[in-house]
């Protein structure tokens, strides 16, 4: 049985929100010990219902700008691959690689020019979504993009509470974002 959906593992779900006087708690992640203070998403975790069955719902939510960028990064990583096919991005090295520091450089301008190409001619667009993902360990898994310049607090509480009401209205339009933007 799936964790997500028992009781007690709700229960304790609760307490910790009620002691936090929030409705939610975040999740701590392992990746996001590296990163500086990130404004641009959260991992959090919720109760709500599903199919009329309380449930835990396992919430990843993202600024539009972010989701933008690393679909735009994907895409420039891809079309770098077909260049350099025996080029392996740095976060796919195992330890034991050895760099070759002027494939790096050559790589490293290759994918700037793919980004600057891929976003001046706005092949990329998103719009925002909330999926849903029955499969996961953990209750219900959810990825929600969000039109916000931050994902904070405020952001997260509102769009829980429009969530639980099952009044969630997603903005329809498409989006796309330039690296210039994140400066601002």
Do not use: W
Not at 54 to 63: C, F, M, P, Q
Not at 86 to 107: C, H, T
């Amino acid at each position: 049985m799936n964790p997500g959906f028992d009781p007690e593992e709700i229960a304790v779900l609760k307490q910790e929100c009620k002691a936090e006087r929030s409705s939610f708690i975040h999740v701590e992640d392992e990746l996001e010990e590296d990163e500086e203070e990130n404004n641009e998403h959260a991992h959090v975790q919720f109760v709500g219902f599903y199919k009329e069955k309380e449930v835990i719902y396992d919430a990843l939510i993202y600024t539009l700008r972010l989701h933008h960028s690393t679909l735009v990064y994907d895409a420039a990583l891809e079309r770098l691959k077909k260049v350099m096919p025996n080029y392996v991005s740095l976060d796919e090295r195992p330890e034991n690689y050895i760099a070759d520091e002027e494939q790096d450089e050559e790589a490293e301008l290759l994918l700037t020019e793919f980004i600057e190409e891929i976003e001046e001619n706005e092949e990329i667009t998103v719009r925002e979504h909330v999926e849903t993902d029955e499969t996961f360990d953990y209750g219900i898994g959810l990825e929600v993009g969000l039109n916000k310049t931050e994902i904070n607090d405020k952001t997260i509480n509102d769009f829980i509470i429009r969530f639980n009401a099952g009044r969630i209205q997603l903005d329809p339009t498409l989006y796309a974002f330039s690296g210039s933007e994140e400066q601002d």
